[in-house]
């Protein structure tokens, strides 16, 4: 029975590895058009008789409203190219920001620190396709003054722009931009954020209700072609909770659907309704970041269907956001404004946790999730010892080293704890014999043997169990820090990509040879197997037996930075289970005989 289990198990583990693999590189299907038109609800600031905006009271919590549409609106339409725009650039040392005049807004921003493709001068270009200019009123929430009105340009120098435009005679709208001059000292602002005011002025004798509009995030694309979209979202902090809206919520899940979880057909865009102390449009190494002086209204999600990689048959699929911002009614004469930061740039956990400048929890765009503690560590102590000079996959190692001599003592304790189960085995066995028939008494028996011995039932798995944490934390970390991209170790070109370095025909389809994945995998059955094990028969002990393939597949397609940790931990753990397994063995305690007349526990050890 046991090897029937054992090949049905490692059945089922082939089957999932060979869909994992398949289902990375399938085409998504194609969209299907929405049967039907929900109308949505009308805007709270609206006009009020005599000409008067009424004030909105603010939410109390965020509300995801999802809005069908006619099947033209699935994705958000991009931006054609007008040759005749005025381009204005803002540059330091860290960023290229392109403005246009038309919507008087950001085009897109270069990363001078991050070039777009390994071993090429290119800058990645953030916003480099998209449906409006960064920050650019969005085309439905305030006509007149989007991304096809011409701003003009009153002043312009390397650090700063100012626009201007009329709207309807009536109002005028000056939008300036600046960023940190090069060379200057980044302890209390960021090269990477500009700073964005908009000035409305009433032109008129009358007062003007200006309506709710909408300032766009800007476009987040997939990293390259291989990018699954895992962490294309947008983002937003209520002041008192932080959450977000990734592109799959957006897709269409049939299946989920029938249970309640998701929409059968796919949404053309999530609106939240929630106060906005920050809204973010990000991917997975790359966010855009809008910090309004007062919080926003509510973000407004929708998907973009983006050109093809080069050598992609299918169209990327990106996200785009924007802020609902609300302005008062303008009196005769008067001016009202508002100011904005801006961060553009790379998701670098060390930069966004700077209190000093990000006072609104921006590092939570790092989407760490439930392990954030473990990530925000993990991440601390790399950048440190990376600091020292020391490379990218060096940090790491040396991390994994600083961990296992940490958590030295539990592991010995729990080595030992192991040791001692596997000696007491005989008399394990005599207890099941001896009490086969009455459970209750073999269990109690049982636990005063272990409290005797000072045995730890599973302690040969405690060694394991105890890096799982770290590991999700690791994970967690690796697959959203900017830093590891395109860094190099041994044969790995990229940390933050899986290290393939070759490819297998099979049939149909051609399996990457990934080397950290299958040595992690390795290193984990050595592991297991140097430990000592208790030799009861269990379901827990078959479910340990197959935790190296199940965490060998869900490493393979991965960041192989992740399975780069996971070898070295096992390496340093094989190492350190040599040493245990040739100490001295501590003597056994003798199981105590009950007292005279007593009814306790008898001493079950063999004679030998």
Same mark, same amino acid.
Do not use: C, H
């Given at each position: 029975m046991d090897k029937k289990n054992t090949l049905i198990g490692v059945g089922f583990l082939l089957a999932a590895f060979a869909a994992f693999i398949i289902t990375a590189k399938q085409t998504p299907p194609p969209v299907q058009p929405p049967a039907t038109t929900q109308p949505v609800a009308s805007n709270p600031s609206a006009p009020g008789p005599e000409g008067t905006?009424?004030?909105?009271?603010?939410?109390?919590?965020?509300?995801?409203?999802? $809005?069908?549409?006619?099947?033209?609106? $699935?994705?958000?339409?991009?931006?054609?190219?007008?040759?005749?725009?005025?381009?204005? $650039?803002?540059?330091?040392?860290?960023?290229?920001?392109?403005?246009?005049?038309?919507?008087?807004?950001?085009?897109?921003?270069?990363l001078k620190k991050y070039p777009a493709v390994k071993g090429k001068p290119e800058p990645f270009v953030i916003n480099e396709t998209h449906t409006d200019p960064m920050l650019a009123f969005t085309q439905d929430s305030f006509p007149g003054?989007?991304?096809?009105?011409?701003?003009?340009?009153?002043?312009?120098?390397?650090?700063?722009?100012?626009?201007?435009?009329?709207?309807?005679n009536r109002i005028e709208v000056t939008r300036t931009y600046s960023i940190l001059p090069a060379g200057s000292p980044t302890d209390k602002a960021d090269p990477y954020q500009l700073r964005h005011e908009i000035a409305f002025r009433n032109l008129t004798d009358q007062t003007v209700a200006l309506p709710r509009f909408a300032l766009s995030l800007g476009t987040a694309a997939p990293v390259n072609a291989d990018d699954h979209g895992l962490y294309l979202a947008t983002g937003y902090n209520t002041g008192s909770d932080i959450d977000f809206v990734k592109r799959s919520k957006l897709e269409a899940s049939p299946f989920l659907s029938t249970f309640g979880m998701g929409s059968p057909t796919p949404l053309p865009l999530i609106e939240t309704v929630a106060p906005v102390v920050w809204g973010s449009v990000e991917n997975q190494f790359f966010a855009s970041i809008l910090t309004a002086d007062q919080p926003g209204r509510g973000l407004t999600t929708r998907r973009v269907e983006l050109p093809a990689f080069p050598g992609s048959p299918i169209a990327a699929i990106g996200v785009t956001g924007a802020v609902s911002i609300e302005t008062p009614a303008l009196a005769p004469g008067a001016e009202s404004k508002l100011g904005f930061d801006f961060y553009t740039g790379p998701k670098e956990y060390s930069r966004l946790s700077n209190a000093d400048i990000f006072k609104h929890d921006q590092d939570k765009v790092m989407q760490f999730g439930i392990f954030k503690w473990f990530s925000q560590a993990l991440v601390s102590i790399m950048s440190t010892i990376h600091k020292w000079g020391i490379s990218w996959g060096w940090s790491i190692v040396l991390t994994t080293l600083f961990l296992k001599i940490i958590f030295l003592p539990l592991t010995l304790s729990a080595s030992k704890s192991a040791k001692r189960m596997q000696k007491i085995q005989p008399e394990m066995q005599a207890l099941r014999e001896k009490y086969k028939d009455n459970p209750r008494k073999m269990q109690e028996a049982t636990m005063e043997i272990f409290k005797t011995h000072r045995v730890n039932p599973v302690g040969g798995c405690l060694p394991i169990l105890i890096t799982i944490p770290f590991f999700m934390g690791f994970f967690s970390m690796l697959q959203s820090t900017a830093e590891l991209r395109f860094a190099e170790f041994l044969w790995a070109s990229d940390l933050s990509m899986p290290d393939t370095v070759a490819r297998i025909p099979l049939g149909f389809m051609t399996l990457p040879l990934n080397i950290f994945p299958i040595l992690m995998g390795v290193t984990m059955i050595v592991q297991m197997r140097l430990t000592p094990q208790p030799s009861i028969d269990n379901a827990q002990a078959k479910m340990f037996k197959f935790m190296p393939y199940i965490f060998a597949i869900f490493c393979y397609n991965f960041s192989c930075a992740l399975a780069l940790y996971s070898t070295v931990n096992g390496?340093?753990?094989?190492?350190?289970?040599?040493i245990i397994n040739r100490m001295k063995d501590e003597p056994l305690a003798p199981v105590p005989v009950a007292a005279k007349g007593g009814k306790g526990m008898k001493n079950v050890t063999p004679k030998k």
């Open positions: 905006t009424p004030a909105a009271p603010a939410p109390a919590a965020a509300v995801p409203v999802l $809005t069908a549409a006619p099947a033209n609106t $699935t994705f958000a339409a991009l931006a054609k190219q007008d040759e005749t725009a005025r381009v204005i $650039t803002l540059s330091n040392d860290f960023i290229e920001a392109r403005l246009t005049d038309f919507g008087g807004a950001i085009k897109n921003v270069a003054l989007g991304r096809s009105t011409r701003y003009e340009v009153v002043s312009q120098d390397a650090t700063k722009v100012v626009f201007r435009a009329i709207w309807e390496l340093f753990t094989i190492g350190q289970q040599l």
